[in-house]
T-cell receptor
Framework: GQQLNQSPQSMFIQEGEDVSMNCTSS?????WLWYKQDPGEGPVLLIA?????ELTSNGRLTAQFGITRKDSFLNISASIPSDVGIYFC??????????FGKGTKLTVNP | NAGVTQTPKFQVLKTGQSMTLQCAQD?????MYWYRQDPGMGLRLIYY???????DKGEVPNGYNVSRLNKREFSLRLESAAPSQTSVYFC????????????FGDGTRLSIL
């Protein structure tokens, strides 16, 4: 089945710094999604990408659908304490169901 | 507010007990899903329902059954709970099955002793 490799597993940064994380897949995807999960809550959709090369922003967040269709990137600019949480990528290709990465745990030091 | 509602939020069971986790969505979505989330494992699909009246196995269906009661509700049943089923369970819904973002509930934290 399809597999996702999400990196890094965790990040410790200072408030105000920029953050980058990525996901790579073993096969081609038609959809990339990025979610954020706060402690004790369910994942919340941040950005959805449907086209190779697509670059989409949501406030300080920017995500890109890689041109090879096997990767995606999420950047957070000027991090703030409320950015703390676990970020998940998810991808879907062909008739396969959505598959999730294992998450990147982000810690922001004030 | 519109969304996905899961009950209960917490539950402790003894090995061998049965339990049904409830999920309801009010977004008129066709597709619904059950996931489990374990430390270091991410989200793994247990069962899904593409539309009312249909259900299919996901990646880790063993030990579980589901019922799509109507368009709004999708329940997950553990017939004989085992310690390996200790996990956080998430229900999600999407307008359609393919290439649609899923909207998640806040989870049910289940411990099996």
């Amino acid at each position: 089945g399809q597999q996702l490799n999400q990196s890094p597993q965790s990040m410790f940064i200072q408030e105000g710094e920029d953050v980058s994380m990525n996901c790579t897949s073993s096969s081609i995807f038609n959809t990339w999604l990025w979610y954020k999960q706060d402690p004790g809550e369910g994942p919340v959709l941040l950005i959805a990408l449907y086209k190779a090369g697509e670059l989409t922003s949501n406030g300080r967040l920017t995500a890109q659908f890689g041109i090879t269709r096997k990767d995606s990137f999420l950047n957070i600019s000027a991090s703030i304490p409320s950015d703390v949480g676990i970020y998940f990528c998810a991808g879907q290709g062909g008739s396969e169901k959505l598959v999730f990465g294992k998450g990147t745990k982000l810690t922001v030091n004030p | 507010n519109a969304g996905v509602t899961q009950t209960p939020k917490f539950q402790v069971l003894k090995t061998g007990q049965s339990m049904t986790l409830q999920c309801a969505q009010d977004m008129n979505h066709n597709s619904m899903y059950w996931y489990r989330q374990d430390p270091g494992m991410g989200l793994r699909l247990i069962y899904y329902s593409a539309s009312e009246g249909t259900t299919d196995k996901g990646e880790v269906p063993n030990g579980y059954n589901v019922s799509r009661l109507n368009k709004r509700e999708f329940s997950l049943r553990l017939e004989s709970a085992a310690p390996s089923q200790t996990s956080v369970y998430f229900c999600a819904s999407a307008r359609l099955l393919d290439n649609q973002p899923q909207h998640f509930g806040d989870g049910t934290r289940l411990s099996i002793l």
